[in-house]
């Protein structure tokens, strides 16, 4: 008899001291998560400033869309990442960010999509793989990476027909050209408000 209550008194003393621990763990969650949230936040402005600067509206937030990335990622095989971008709680539009093969490598580019489908801008994230002088001119001369602004994500970037490859780099204007369209077709697809 003296065993049972010895351990009845240790098994209760035990569930009193998993509950305590549970209920101080769940009050620290509560005080630090929003906490934790901002911090996770003002990293992920600071990260992707570059991008935020695309849509030239100061205080814009990203949010990762991890449905439309997970959705996405069925159709397009080099997604990398779906930011919904907004205002005051108010979508602006979205980040695609995606990559296709290059001449020597991946070509990595996000692409900033406005709410209306047109596309205000592109950031080249990687073309490492590229041939120096001649991939890399895709993003060191004027003028090919803003043929797409603009653009609608339903209109066609077909190089040589609707953008003007640079001489020398077709591959990689083709990679970016194709990145393009991929973040297009997620957009369409998976990232439009609403969906």
Do not use: W
């Not at 969650?29 to 402005?45: C, L, N």
């Not at 990762?64 to 990442?81: F, M």
């Amino acid at each position: 008899m003296k065993k049972i209550l010895y351990f009845l008194r240790l098994s209760l003393t035990l569930m009193l001291v998993c509950g305590v621990s549970a209920g101080a763990l769940a009050a620290t969650y509560s005080i630090t998560q929003p906490i934790v949230k901002e911090r996770e936040d003002r990293e992920m402005r600071e990260k992707y400033e570059d991008l935020l600067k695309i849509f030239k509206v100061d205080g814009a937030m990203l949010e990762e869309s991890s449905e439309a990335l997970e959705k996405g990622k069925e159709v397009v095989e080099g997604l990398e990442a779906v930011f919904d971008v907004s205002k005051d709680g108010k979508k602006i539009g979205v980040v695609v960010m995606t990559g296709s093969s290059g001449y020597g490598g991946p070509v990595k580019a996000a692409v900033a999509i406005n709410n209306d489908g047109t596309i205000a801008g592109i950031k080249v994230l990687d073309i490492s793989g590229e041939t120096k002088g001649v991939g890399s001119r895709v993003i060191e001369e004027p003028g090919f990476i803003e043929q797409f602004t603009g653009k609608a994500v339903s209109d066609p970037l077909k190089i040589s027909t609707d953008i003007d490859a640079i001489s020398g780099a077709t591959i990689t204007s083709r990679a970016i050209a194709q990145d393009v369209g991929d973040a297009a077709k997620v957009f369409k697809e998976f990232a439009v408000s609403g969906k």
